[in-house]
T-cell receptor, first 111, second 115 residues
Framework: GQQLNQSPQSMFIQEGEDVSMNCTSS?????WLWYKQDPGEGPVLLIA?????ELTSNGRLTAQFGITRKDSFLNISASIPSDVGIYFC???????????FGTGTKLQVIP | GAVVSQHPSRVICKSGTSVKIECRSL??????MFWYRQFPKQSLMLMAT?????????EQGVEKDKFLINHASLTLSTLTVTSAHPEDSSFYIC???????????FGPGTRLTVL
């Protein structure tokens, strides 16, 4: 099925650094969701965004719903080793349509 | 967020046997839920959408007679992989959708290995 363009695909960063990743789509969404998946586990919801322009934080994580409704970004500040994992964005057009998942960003943190 | 459980967490079976995976929502009810399949280093692939009380809708290329879905109640759905083959080995994940917010909450996944 359709997938969002998520970048970067992977990144190595030093512990303590800030991280930024984003998703772009050719179609608009009513909802943007960000998930983290650890190896062998299901995705866990980090942040949900429901309004264009919305900026929401969850601890060291901040995500924004792009004003065009076609993009979203996730920032992680002061990364720590347990931030390691794969981060997925997801967009929902609303109504009875299905959610579309990004291709994932694999984050590795060097202690 | 909602809590979703999956059982078993991992299963190994012989080729030709059937395997049932249960997905339960522990703290909210949902009429819509989803089953995904995930291959290593890839994103989630939607297999089917099920609505409580009606037949599941399968994505293109997913055999409905092979992957039987029963959405028994607002808190329970099962996926049965029938006559499993080694190529069915994968990570299967369910999710329930909070229709008020279009937000999906995922189970912890089931690792299926078919020998």
């Amino acid at each position: 099925g359709q997938q969002l363009n998520q970048s970067p695909q992977s990144m190595f960063i030093q512990e303590g650094e800030d991280v930024s990743m984003n998703c772009t789509s050719s179609s608009i969404f009513n909802t943007w969701l960000w998930y983290k998946q650890d190896p062998g586990e299901g995705p866990v919801l980090l942040i949900a965004l429901y309004k264009a322009g919305e900026l929401t934080s969850n601890g060291r994580l901040t995500a924004q719903f792009g004003i065009t409704r076609k993009d979203s970004f996730l920032n992680i500040s002061a990364s720590i080793p347990s931030d390691v994992g794969i981060y997925f964005c997801a967009g929902h057009p609303g109504g009875y349509q299905k959610v579309t998942f990004g291709t994932g960003t694999k984050l590795q943190v060097i202690p | 967020g909602a809590v979703v459980s999956q059982h078993p967490s991992r299963v190994i079976c012989k080729s030709g046997t059937s395997v049932k995976i249960e997905c339960r929502s522990l703290d909210f009810q949902a009429t819509t839920m989803f089953w995904y399949r995930q291959f290593p280093k890839q994103s989630l692939m939607l297999m089917a959408t099920s609505n409580e009380g009606s037949k599941a809708t399968y994505e293109q290329g997913v055999e409905k007679d092979k992957f039987l879905i029963n959405h028994a109640s607002l808190t329970l759905s099962t996926l049965t992989v029938t006559s499993a083959h080694p190529e069915d080995s994968s990570f299967y994940i369910c999710s329930f959708e909070d229709e008020g917010t279009d937000t999906q909450y995922f189970g912890p996944g089931t690792r299926l290995t078919v020998l």
